[in-house]
Structure formats: C-alpha cells, structure tokens
T-cell receptor, first 109, second 117 residues
Framework: GQQVMQIPQYQHVQEGEDFTTYCNSS?????IQWYKQRPGGHPVFLIQLVKSGEVKKQKRLTFQFGEAKKNSSLHITATQTTDVGTYFC?????????WGAGTKLIIKP | GAVVSQHPSWVICKSGTSVKIECRSLDFQATTMFWYRQFPKQSLMLMATSNEGSKATYEQGVEKDKFLINHASLTLSTLTVTSAHPEDSSFYIC?????????????FGNGTRLTVT
C-alpha cells in the first residue's frame, strides 16, 4: 500500500535554530496534512496543502507542497521551547490518512 | 470549535477484564470517527473506522472481537477492549471528522493511556 516516508526521526536543535522535517511519497498525493503532537498529548491539526507547489505560512512555520505533489516539508524558523513535540505529515489514500513516522523536535538544554 | 472529548484519560485494569473508552464530539456532528493506537515513540496506527449506525471497518490484523466499537450516534463512539491482557497496554486515541477525507482535518481526543496489569 501507499507509504509516506518522513525524515528525520529526531532533530536536536539549539533554541533559536531552524528545524525542518520532510515527507516523501512514491505516488502523487491528492493533499497532505500536518499535525503536531506535544509530549503526552494528542495530535493537533496544523494545516492542509492541496495545490501543486503550494506554500503556506503560519508565523514561524512554513509548509510546502512539491510541484509533483509527491513531497512536502515543514520548516520552523528560530525554534522556541513551545515548538517542542512531534510533527506528523498525513496523506490521503482512498479516503484514509496514511501517517508519516513523525519527526521529534528536541530543544537542547 | 471542533472539540473531541475522550474519557477516561487513563485507566489501569487487571488482566482479563474489559475496558470501555468513550469518544464524543462536543460541538459538531462527526460523520466518521477513527480509533488509533500509538506505541511509545511511534506513529499512529489506525485500528478501525466507524460511521454512525453501521459496523466499524477494522484494519488488517486488528481483532474485531477484542476491540469492540460502537458508534451509537453522530457524537459518540465507544471502544471496548475485551479480556484485556498486558500486551494491550497502549495509548488509544480517537479522532472525529466533520466532513470527509481528503478535504477535512481530523480532530483528536486527548487519548486514553491503558495499563493492563
């Protein structure tokens, strides 16, 4: 079945550094959604991308959907402690969401 | 808006007993509810999809007789873990959708941490 590969599994950054997570699929995606899960919490919807080449911003977060609609990225500029958590991408496949493995953002003390 | 309430937040039960987890959409009618299981440091694993008034659709490898799902109304779905065993210990999360995939996001409950002793 369809898979969504998400990398890296972890990213350690100093507060103030940038963070990026990537999702890739071998097949064309109809759309892609991004979620954030804080430690001990539940996933919270961040955004949905639908159009080829789409770029959306939410404050320090920038979401991109590739031209071929096979990849997507989430970039956080100047990370803050409130950004800590695991970021998941999820793509539709026959009206089900296929989840990436998640990228855990860890702020170095 | 789009609040999903899940209860209980955590439960400890003895091996062989059953546990019921409730998932309610508080301010919207959920056309579909999804039940996930999440192991530590792992992604979400879809267990089943339920629609109000119909039988749940279970994912491959998920025992429907062990994980009973009832979707009694557009705002309530329950998951019952029957004859629980220690290997059933996990984090169970429900989610609800107001519209339908692929265009609508999932709204998640807070999750239930189940520990079977």
């Amino acid at each position: 079945g369809q898979q969504v590969m998400q990398i890296p599994q972890y990213q350690h950054v100093q507060e103030g550094e940038d963070f990026t997570t990537y999702c890739n699929s071998s097949t064309t995606l109809s759309n892609i959604q991004w979620y954030k899960q804080r430690p001990g919490g539940h996933p919270v919807f961040l955004i949905q991308l639908v159009k080829s080449g789409e770029v959306k911003k939410q404050k320090r977060l920038t979401f991109q959907f590739g031209e071929a609609k096979k990849n997507s990225s989430l970039h956080i500029t100047a990370t803050q402690t409130t950004d800590v958590g695991t970021y998941f991408c999820a793509a539709d496949s026959n009206y089900q969401l296929i989840w990436g493995a998640g990228t855990k953002l860890i702020i170095k003390p | 808006g789009a609040v999903v309430s899940q209860h209980p937040s955590w439960v400890i039960c003895k091996s062989g007993t059953s546990v019921k987890i409730e998932c309610r959409s508080l301010d919207f009618q959920a056309t579909t509810m999804f039940w996930y299981r999440q192991f530590p440091k792992q992604s979400l694993m879809l267990m089943a999809t339920s629609n109000e008034g119909s039988k749940a659709t279970y994912e491959q490898g998920v025992e429907k007789d062990k994980f009973l799902i009832n979707h009694a109304s557009l705002t309530l779905s329950t998951l019952t873990v029957t004859s629980a065993h220690p290997e059933d210990s996990s984090f169970y999360i429900c989610s609800a959708i107001q519209g339908e995939l692929p265009h609508s996001p999932l709204h998640f409950g807070n999750g239930t941490r189940l520990t079977v002793t």
